[in-house]
């Protein structure tokens, strides 16, 4: 049984299309986050929730919009999707928000291909 | 915020070999030092950390050394297998809740 899951596994889609990947954490897990990894492999933090409120938003374009309906669960909807947002985004979850505590767990991943 | 910067980028190593990966950062605050193993096409999982009362930590054939007064740490993999082969990152922790990804290292086993 997947501890952190995200669907779909796999997106391609158009420029300028509006899409959403969804997580779901079954672990009871206060604190999401949302990853990006590009081509490179680099991975960065987008976004956290703590609780449904938001506790750490970078300098991500305003196209992302993240939403979190219940502690278990957070949601990244994109709008007008650019060539560049092309990466694997990676969900993934911990007990609380310290993470010098707090193991944090991720999902298996989305892959978006924007064409 | 937080620079790091993980070297070398790849490494190549004869099966039975050990491996050392080190990662350098620069907010003296960080105080807790863990690195994940992401093997292709999966998901980053943590595989050992370390906090910043101590120096060293070992787990089977990984261990992670620390220097604080020289803001670095490293990845330590001896007996070295196929299985290990696979992109290894670090991610010092900035604050209390970020953690900052190093940019990796491709580790590959040659049998």
């Known amino acids: 049984d997947t501890a952190v899951s995200q669907t779909p596994k796999y997106l391609v889609t158009q420029m300028g299309n509006d899409k959403s990947i969804k997580c779901e954490q079954n672990?009871?897990?206060?604190?999401m986050y949302w990853y990006k990894q590009d081509s490179k492999k680099f991975l960065k933090i987008m976004f956290s929730?703590?609780?449904?409120?938001?506790?750490i938003n970078e300098t991500v374009p305003n196209r992302f919009s993240p939403k979190s309906p219940d502690k278990a669960h957070l949601n990244l909807h994109i709008n007008s999707l650019e060539l560049g947002d092309s990466a694997v985004y990676f969900c993934?979850?911990?007990?609380?928000?310290?993470?010098?505590?707090?193991?944090?767990?991720f999902g298996a991943g989305t892959r978006l291909s924007v064409l | 915020g937080e620079n790091v910067e993980q070297h070398p980028s790849t490494l190549s190593v004869q099966e039975g070999d050990s491996a050392v990966i080190k990662c350098t950062y620069s907010?003296?605050?960080?105080?807790?030092f863990p690195w994940y193993k992401q093997e292709l096409g999966k998901r980053p999982q943590l595989i050992i950390d370390?906090?910043?009362?101590?120096g060293e930590k070992k787990d089977q054939r990984i261990a992670v050394t620390l220097n604080k007064t020289a803001k670095h740490f490293s990845l330590h993999i001896t007996e070295t297998q196929p299985e290990d082969s696979a992109v290894y990152f670090c991610?010092?922790?900035?604050?209390?809740?970020?953690?900052?990804f190093g940019q990796g290292t491709r580790l590959t086993i040659n049998p």
């Open positions: 991610a010092p922790l900035q604050g209390a809740q970020k953690l900052v």
């Open positions: 993934a979850s911990s007990q609380g928000v310290s993470l010098a505590k707090n193991i944090q767990y």
């Open positions: 370390i906090r910043s009362n101590v």
């Open positions: 929730y703590n609780n449904k409120e938001l506790i």
């Open positions: 672990l009871g897990h206060d604190t």
């Open positions: 907010d003296s605050a960080s105080n807790y």
